[in-house]
């Protein structure tokens, strides 16, 4: 019901529906936490005096709800914004508040709940001491294949506590082949900073498709993202140029189905901007390729680095995973890794069988 919706908003079209059609709207939008999202579309279509009052209204009340949240991250995200550039870190804001007020129209049109910043790998480092004087903790142990390690710090009142996470990739590094130098040759100086960079839209949309693909497009709000870059700023959008680029990196796979899946949940998109190839029709084949590891790279070199690494994990990757198992040694790490691994397996042919071993990690 949702997609329909918006697709019918995005492609200009008269919005007829039943008080139960966005009731179900209405349901879905609080489920999926897009509520400032689909508000910032319908004020940027100017349709929003076309749709029922109870409905805006009850939006309304959704979007303020998250707004608060975006106000604090956005401040404490221009504190640390000054820090790195005080000690000349170079950094770079990934979507967050940054790319809500870019392309939503306002820092609080998107919900964001954390902040997320790309560094070179060597100034990590440098980063992590620089938030640490801050006063956020960390990093916690991250697996040593990931892209970025995450700190915290709590926010009072309340016990709320900000995440932030520094990114030195955008892709798990035996997924892909990726060249971030680009990155940062593209990126301009961000309003004030002289060492805070923003990726050019080209770059962005690249982004966020990857963003989306690492998670799945679980969520409407990753579809919303790159749907409403196309919509909104298509024209300047070079979808030849991200295929090379998607080629180059080894990440075509995972763009395309993106965007695949992206069209087919949006059809106005194809009279927006069409896409340079045909688009499959194998639905459970752009799903498969985001959701098995295997499927998702571009070669069979690195499919078999994935199939590998599934199988066989470095020692360091297989102490990650069993982090808080607290008899885990560098000897005994592969036994207890494929013991845990089997006992996953039972629970999830056999959910109903309890083992004494509940509390453990799933690996």
């Not at 392309?103 to 640490?132: K, M, N, Q, W």
């Not at 749907?227 to 998607?246: K, N, P, Q, S």
């Not at 982090?323 to 494929?338: I, L």
Request: aromatic share 14%; proline share 4%; with cysteine.
């Amino acid at each position: 019901m949702l997609t329909q919706f918006i697709d019918w908003i995005y492609a200009d079209s008269t919005c007829f529906g039943s008080d139960e059609f966005y009731r179900q709207c209405l349901t879905e939008i609080e489920l999926e936490h897009v509520a400032p999202q689909v508000l910032s579309i319908l004020r940027q279509s100017q349709k929003i005096d076309s749709i029922p009052k109870d409905f805006v209204e009850a939006l309304q009340h959704l979007y303020r709800k998250t707004a608060g949240q975006n106000l604090y991250i956005r401040f404490y995200q221009q504190q640390v914004f000054a820090a790195l550039e005080q000690n000349g870190i170079y950094a770079i804001p990934l979507k967050g508040v940054v790319f809500a007020e870019r392309y939503f129209g306002s820092f609080t049109s998107r919900p964001t709940s954390d902040i997320d910043i790309l560094v070179t790998r060597d100034t990590l480092t440098r980063a992590i001491e620089c938030l640490r004087l801050l006063g956020f903790t960390g990093p916690y142990e991250f697996n040593p294949i990931h892209f970025h390690c995450v700190m915290t710090k709590p926010i009072y009142p309340g016990g709320v506590v900000l995440y932030i996470e520094l990114h030195w990739s955008l892709v798990h590094e035996n997924t892909a082949i990726p060249e971030w130098d680009r990155f940062w040759q593209n990126a301009t100086s961000f309003e004030g900073y002289e060492y805070i960079k923003e990726l050019t839209l080209q770059d962005t949309f690249y982004s966020i498709c990857l963003h989306g693909a690492n998670h799945k497009l679980e969520s409407l709000k990753y579809l919303l993202d790159v749907a409403h870059l196309i919509y909104t700023r298509g024209t300047e959008i070079d979808f030849d140029r991200l295929l090379e680029v998607g080629k180059r990196d080894k990440t075509l796979r995972r763009v395309k189905a993106v965007l695949n899946i992206v069209y087919n949940e949006f059809p106005s998109l194809h009279q927006c901007k069409p896409l340079p190839y045909r688009i499959s029709n194998s639905k459970w084949l752009d799903r498969a390729v985001l959701n098995a590891r295997v499927l998702t790279p571009d070669s069979w070199g690195l499919r078999f680095r994935v199939a590998k690494e599934w199988l066989w994990p470095m020692r360091e990757v297989a102490l990650w995973h069993l982090r808080s198992d607290p008899g885990v040694t560098s000897t005994n790490v592969y036994r207890r890794f494929y013991r845990q691994r089997l006992i996953h397996l039972a629970r999830t042919v056999y959910p109903s069988n309890k083992t004494s071993e509940e509390n453990e990690l799933h690996v």
